[in-house]
């Protein structure tokens, strides 16, 4: 199995009712010119999954430096009783766990696909606490329009339903060696002792020994609010921290839409930032994280020094 570099400490934050959970890695005696660099997951992730690209940041970057990766609400360790899950949620949580573990002080942030999203919200709306940026393949959505808001409640109201009669559980898994394999089924570049180390942070087992993955099934529903980007686009002006944008050269975007939202349209959504730079890593995929530790972590240092 994966052996860590750099061990992370793993403490509980009290914010708005939640015991939110949190990785910090810290590197001898804080220096307090630099920005404590917060690491955002994606969707069925936790904050754990940044270890690999933590461990190939060089020693004279992390040196006097602090790294937060919380897990967000219904993932991880951070537990919620809820049946559906808000985007906006996701700005207060991450505004409170900076009052409580960064107060009075610009961050770097670092968000993945969407944790991406919700990083590039946050640099827009809260524009004095972000120093510097990098999105990693958080691309947004395709834009919604107002005729689609009927089906998209019934659909919700639909989905709910199944959530509670247990149509929408989350499949166990035998033991940690079948959450690996799930987790190298969804991405073939996986290593395997990278994917045994991911698989005891991303799932648990249960008191009958399954293991149960430590995501909440309430975030497969479909949200009942359609994305509209002519209001996203407003947000993003107002986004005045340096943008570096990283996408892989799996181009995950042209499974996920099928043309109805392109890597292009994207693009032209970044013109809409006032200071970004794009960058591209090949032989990745969507865990750009995962696949090239190495290559993102050189990109980042540059770009965060």
């Known amino acids: 199995m994966y052996k860590e570099k750099h061990a992370a400490s793993s403490t509980f934050v009290p914010i708005r009712g939640l015991q939110y959970h949190v990785l910090q890695w810290t590197f001898g005696p804080l220096q307090p010119e630099?920005?404590?660099l917060v690491m955002v997951h994606g969707w069925m992730d936790v904050g754990a999954s940044y270890q690999f690209?933590?461990?190939?940041?060089?020693?004279?970057f992390l040196r006097g430096?602090?790294?937060?990766?919380?897990?967000?609400?219904?993932?991880?360790?951070?537990e919620v009783q809820t049946d559906s899950f808000w985007?906006?949620?996701?700005?207060?949580?991450?505004?409170?766990?900076l009052d409580a573990l960064a107060p009075g002080q610009a961050i770097d942030l670092v968000g993945h696909s969407m944790g991406g999203n919700v990083s590039m919200c946050y640099a827009g709306v809260r524009p004095e606490r972000i120093r510097k940026l990098v999105n990693l393949e958080g691309f947004g959505l395709a834009n919604g329009h107002p005729a689609q808001a009927p089906g998209r409640y019934a659909q919700w109201m639909d989905e709910l339903k199944a959530l509670h009669s247990g149509q929408m559980a989350l499949r166990p898994y035998a033991d940690a060696q079948a959450v690996a394999r799930r987790l190298m089924k969804t991405n073939p570049r996986?290593?395997?002792?990278?994917?045994l180390w991911l698989a005891q942070h991303w799932a648990k087992p249960d008191a009958q020994g399954q293991w149960q993955i430590l995501g909440q099934a309430a975030h497969k529903l479909k949200n009942a609010y359609i994305y509209r980007w002519e209001e996203m686009q407003h947000i993003w002006q107002r986004i005045s921290a340096p943008v570096l944008s990283v996408e892989a050269g799996g181009k995950s975007?042209?499974?996920?839409?099928?043309?109805?939202?392109?890597?292009?349209?994207?693009?032209?959504?970044?013109?809409?930032?006032?200071?970004?730079?794009?960058a591209h890593i090949a032989d990745a995929g969507h865990m750009v994280h995962h696949d090239q530790p190495q290559a993102l972590a050189a990109l980042i240092e540059e770009f965060l020094a």
């Open 34 to 36: 630099l920005a404590p």
């Open 53 to 60: 690209m933590v461990d190939a940041l060089s020693e004279d």
């Open 65 to 78: 430096r602090r790294l937060i990766a919380p897990d967000w609400r219904g993932f991880g360790l951070t």
């Open 87 to 97: 985007f906006p949620d996701y700005l207060g949580d991450l505004d409170f766990l």
């Open 190 to 195: 996986l290593p395997a002792d990278k994917a």
């Open 253 to 278: 975007m042209t499974g996920w839409w099928k043309g109805a939202y392109t890597l292009e349209e994207y693009h032209q959504r970044l013109k809409n930032v006032a200071q970004v730079r794009q």
